[in-house]
C-alpha cells in the first residue's frame, strides 16, 4: 500500500512538472515570435529611413526624382529630419 502511495505521489509531481515546464517553453516560444516580428518591422523601418534619407539629400541638392518633388515633399522630408535628426548625420 504505501510503495502505491508513494508511486502516485511520484506521478503527481511528474505531470505537475511537465506542465510548468510546458507553460515555461510556451511564455518562451511567445517571446521569440515577439521578438521575430520586432526584428522583421526594425527591418522595414530601417529601410524607410534610409529611403527618406535618400530623397532627402535628393531634395537638399535641388534634383528631385523624375517626376518632380513638389513643394510638400520636401516640407515633409524637413519635418522627418528635424524629428530623427539622428538619422540624417
Given at each position: 500500500?504505501y ?13 505537475e ?40 539629400a ?25 524629428k ?6
Amino acid at each position: 500500500m504505501y510503495v502505491y502511495l508513494l508511486f502516485a505521489w511520484s506521478l503527481q509531481r511528474v505531470v505537475e512538472r511537465s506542465r510548468l515546464k510546458s507553460s515555461i517553453l510556451a511564455v518562451k516560444a511567445d517571446g521569440l515570435q515577439d521578438a521575430h516580428s520586432l526584428k522583421q518591422e526594425l527591418a522595414e523601418k530601417d529601410a524607410l529611413i534610409a529611403e527618406l534619407k535618400e530623397q532627402l539629400a535628393a531634395a537638399q541638392a535641388g534634383g528631385g526624382n523624375a517626376e518632380g518633388s513638389s513643394g510638400r515633399d520636401s516640407e515633409g522630408l524637413a519635418r522627418c529630419q528635424s524629428k530623427y535628426p539622428e538619422y540624417f548625420i
